[in-house]
């Protein structure tokens, strides 16, 4: 049983017209029930058009038709069906197309290909980030039939507010998630799991779908050396907010216009916390000798950092068995590295603490000028040393650190020009120091900043940590 009742019948029609496919019409009507989604897709969509279609008085969609006539009407009707249905305008065919059987098979061959020793996996799904734009346009005209009274539209018609529909991925999970442990056999799909099985979809229309965003919310989408693309789903999901519906309408087609393709069959990655398996540990807790921001990489010989693992079933590693963990670790990610893993106690990793605040650090940033730099302005930076700097908290990170002004030294600087706008800023200082403001000066609340010495507006473009100088942890012979 689809368990739509007589009020969803305005919703179902408007949105089989509109393009979208019967998995979404069931989001839409807000049906959390796991099975109406694991039906074949073309009975699900034949019952929804029987349900829009028949009189007014049938209050819940009939049972599902019997098997055998089942398969003998997928068989003559299947080449009609999928022509009339085209892709999904919302879901982009990811509950279409691919999430079908093959596509659990697809996940699992991922799993088994790297021969994980676990009994339960984590499935997380990455869509388009267009998938949020086309979900508010099409959730917004079925209760908007009535201009004059939207309020009085949206009770009409039925519908709950956009956080009651169902979401893809959940909708994706439900489907997938029996077929994949049948495959997989003794490994289990849990909330909880060192492995993560990662599905990631990609669009080509990623970007011009969203690109009116862009001129309606600026401010949201800046593009980094980290990313591909300006249109991330965080983004867009922090655009989508700052819009009320109303401004929203005018500038997105509704419904959604049909894409000229649906997504292509997702890249499967498997993310083992290799550190949890080898110790049989059910979590972590994570520490480090400070941190940065996620635009900026720290290279040299890293940053220290301690795991406390929680009911861990095994006690010690020997110390080939850790490398190999360090290797498997390093050999799952081309960002991150991991050097001199090996256990310690609980006073080593106190000691990382506690010299937060007496490292120094060294820097390496990309600068900006407005006014044209000079080889003098070069040597003067140059010559600086031992610079005693008053940092009111930041502007950027009020909001979780208290209001204070700290005293931190530059302990020396190094520019090499660029051009006249441009130049590579060295820095050596004590730890604590915000770079960023050191630089531009947030606003005066940095003095001295680079700013007031140069005699210009400035602004940092690029920053890499070079090093971090703290002797922790020993290091480790190859």
């Known amino acids: 049983m689809l368990p739509l009742k007589e009020k969803d019948k305005a919703i179902v029609g408007k949105l089989l017209a509109s393009g979208c496919c019967a998995r979404c019409v069931l989001r839409f009507c807000c049906i959390g029930v796991p099975d109406a989604y694991r039906h074949g897709r073309r009975e699900t969509l034949r019952q929804l058009r029987a349900f829009a279609e028949e009189n007014h008085n049938c209050q819940n969609v009939g049972q599902l038709e019997p098997a055998r006539k089942r398969s003998r009407l997928e068989s003559e009707e299947a080449a009609d069906e999928d022509e009339g249905e085209g892709v999904c305008v919302v879901c982009l065919g990811v509950l279409q197309h691919l999430s079908d059987a093959s596509q659990a098979v697809q996940i699992a061959d991922a799993v088994k290909k790297e021969k994980y020793e676990v009994d339960t996996l984590v499935l997380s799904i990455s869509l388009p980030a267009q998938v949020c734009v086309r979900e508010r346009s099409c959730w917004l005209?079925?209760?908007?039939?009535?201009?004059?009274s939207p309020r009085l539209a949206r009770a009409k018609c039925g519908a709950l507010g956009?956080?009651?529909?169902?979401?893809v991925k959940e909708a994706f999970k439900w489907i997938?998630?029996?077929p994949l442990a049948r495959e997989l056999g003794a490994v289990a799909v849990a909330a909880k799991s060192p492995l993560e099985v990662s599905v990631c979809f990609a669009h080509p229309e990623t970007d011009a779908d969203c690109h009116f965003l862009a001129s309606t919310c600026p401010d949201c989408f800046k593009v980094s050396k980290n990313k591909q693309s300006a249109f991330t789903r965080m983004a867009v999901a922090k655009a989508l907010e700052k819009i009320p519906d109303d401004k929203f309408l005018e500038r997105s087609p509704r419904p959604p216009s049909r894409p000229s393709s649906g997504c292509a069959p997702p890249e499967v990655r498997c993310v083992h916390a290799s550190v949890l398996a080898a110790f049989g540990a059910r979590g972590f807790n994570f520490s480090?000798?400070?941190r940065e921001d996620v635009d900026v990489r720290t290279l040299g010989n890293g940053r220290p950092f301690a795991l406390e693992l929680l009911n861990p079933r095994k006690s010690q590693l020997s110390p080939e068995s850790m490398k190999n963990v360090q290797q498997v670790i390093n050999a799952s990610s081309e960002k991150v590295r991991v050097r001199d893993l090996q256990m310690v106690g609980r006073d080593a990793a106190s000691r990382m603490k506690e010299g937060e605040e007496e490292k120094t650090k060294s820097y390496r940033a990309l600068v900006w000028t407005q006014k044209s730099i000079r080889e003098d302005d070069v040597?003067?930076?140059n010559r600086i040393?031992?610079?005693?700097?008053?940092?009111?908290?930041?502007?950027r990170v009020l909001h979780r650190r208290a209001l204070a002004v700290r005293q931190r030294l530059v302990h020396s600087m190094s520019a090499d020009l660029l051009d006249e706008h441009h130049f590579r800023l060295g820095l050596r200082t004590q730890a604590g120091t915000y770079i960023k403001e050191f630089v531009h000066g947030d606003f005066g609340r940095t003095k001295p900043n680079l700013c007031q010495l140069l005699d210009t507006h400035a602004d940092i473009l690029e920053l890499d940590v070079e090093s971090v100088d703290v002797d922790w942890p020993p290091a480790l012979p190859d």
Do not use: I, N, W, Y
């Open 288 to 290: 480090s000798s400070g």
């Open 141 to 148: 005209p079925p209760c908007h039939f009535d201009q004059r």
């Open 176 to 178: 997938v998630q029996g």
């Open 162 to 167: 956009r956080r009651d529909v169902v979401q």
């Open 385 to 395: 040393e031992d610079l005693r700097v008053d940092q009111k908290t930041p502007l």
């Open 379 to 381: 040597a003067f930076v």
